[in-house]
Structures are given as structure tokens and as C-alpha cells.
């Protein structure tokens, strides 16, 4: 059984530019979180996609948005990407039933 | 959400118990104590979670004191592969968001 999909695993880009990371959740799961993760500290919640609907969202700018898909996938999209932005971008997925599982992540370097 | 406190590291020799603490003591009676780790690069994988009563799985047992306040994850056979930050979160459910702190560092000694 495929886990959380991610990709892609590393990607760099420069200031000011837009990236679209993507993901695949687990089978059976229906709800697609995003989190940031920077050098050396825990993961910090950026939203939360249920029923193709954003349904919670953490303290991101609006550069942050994101988007589900009717088969559950989703992307997340940074536009104007700033220096700081620089993280490992986790995603995961979860149901009612069943607690998260986590991807392995995308490591996004903007130089 | 409630916040955590965890010791930033700990040690433990190798098929020793390892005994993670938290302390929870503004936790709500309908959060749960969720604990995760995450090794080196890796996405964080859960572990396992309680409410009230104790629990045990595969992986580890999950004590949580009568008052709530504080719990503690003991690895019952540290293994060097055990070496990862382990974080212990308070949420309201397993479709909430999680609210990661820093975590604890374990790392498993030969």
C-alpha cells in the first residue's frame, strides 16, 4: 500500500519566483495537510484541504495557497518566493478513521 | 491548542528502555496526546496516542498521568535505529491540525 507521495524531492529556485509542489495521500484518506519545516525546528501547519475546500489554515501569508483535487491529490503554490522560505515541505494525509501519515517531503532551497 | 514541554535531549544505551517525558499541563479534556518522530530527512511518523488510559502497541507504550498533566513514551528495547527527534503534541483529533514543538533528540548509544 503506497504511502504520501511527494514530489518533487528537492527543487531550487530563485527569489521572486512561483513553485507548485504536489502530492499524493494515502489510500482510504480524504484530508491533505501542508506543513513547513525549517532547519532544525518542528513542522508548522500551513493548511488543511478537505472536500476540495481549504478547511483550516495556520499563520501563512496569502503567497502561501493550495488546492484538492477531486481524486484527494494536492498542490501547494508559493508565489514571490523570499529567501526565508527555504524548508523542507511536508505534506500529509489523514481521515476520520485513521490518524496522519506524512510524505517524505520536498526540500525547496530559493537562492 | 495546548501547549508541550520536552527536554531538548536525552540519551540511552542500546536495548535499554527509553522513557520520553512531556509535560501537558494546560491540556483540555477532549485533546488527545499524540507522539511522533521523525528521523533524519525524513516526514515524521506516528507512533502512538492516548487520552486517558494507557496504551500500548508495536512500536512503544504511552503512560499519561491520572491528572492528565504529563506523559510519558517509553521505547521498552532502544534500538540504534530508535535515534530520532520524538515529538509530543496535543491535539483534538486525529483530523486536526498538529501542533509541533521542537521535540526531543533520543539518541540510542551502542
Known amino acids: 500500500d503506497a504511502g504520501v507521495t511527494q514530489s518533487p524531492t528537492h527543487l531550487i529556485k530563485t527569489r521572486g519566483q512561483q513553485v507548485t509542489l504536489r502530492c499524493s495521500p494515502k489510500s482510504g484518506h480524504d484530508t491533505v495537510s501542508w506543513y513547513q519545516q525549517a532547519l532544525g525546528q518542528g513542522p508548522q501547519f500551513i493548511f488543511q484541504?478537505?472536500?476540495?475546500?481549504?478547511?483550516q489554515r495556520g499563520n501563512f501569508p496569502d503567497r502561501f495557497s493550495g488546492h484538492q483535487f477531486p481524486n484527494y491529490s494536492s498542490e501547494l503554490n508559493v508565489n514571490a518566493l523570499l529567501l526565508g522560505d527555504s524548508a523542507l515541505y511536508l505534506c500529509?494525509?489523514?481521515?476520520?478513521?485513521?490518524?496522519?501519515?506524512f510524505g517524505s517531503g520536498t526540500r525547496l532551497t530559493v537562492v | 491548542d495546548a501547549k508541550t514541554t520536552q527536554p531538548p535531549s536525552m540519551d540511552c544505551a542500546e536495548g535499554r528502555a527509553a522513557n520520553l517525558p512531556c509535560n501537558h499541563s494546560t491540556i483540555s479534556g477532549n485533546e488527545y496526546v499524540y507522539w511522533y518522530r521523525q528521523i533524519h530527512s525524513q516526514g515524521p511518523q506516528y507512533i502512538i496516542h492516548g487520552l486517558k488510559n494507557n496504551e500500548t502497541n508495536e512500536m512503544a507504550s504511552l503512560i499519561i498521568t491520572e491528572d492528565r498533566k504529563s506523559s510519558t513514551l517509553i521505547l521498552p528495547h532502544a534500538t540504534l535505529r530508535d535515534t530520532a527527534v520524538y515529538y509530543c503534541?496535543?491535539?483534538?483529533?486525529?483530523?486536526?491540525?498538529?501542533?509541533f514543538g521542537k521535540g526531543t533528540l533520543l539518541t540510542v548509544n551502542p
Open positions: 484541504y478537505y472536500e476540495e475546500e481549504e478547511r
Open positions: 500529509a494525509s489523514s481521515s476520520r478513521e485513521y490518524g496522519y501519515t
Open positions: 503534541i496535543v491535539g483534538r483529533g486525529s483530523n486536526y491540525k498538529l501542533t
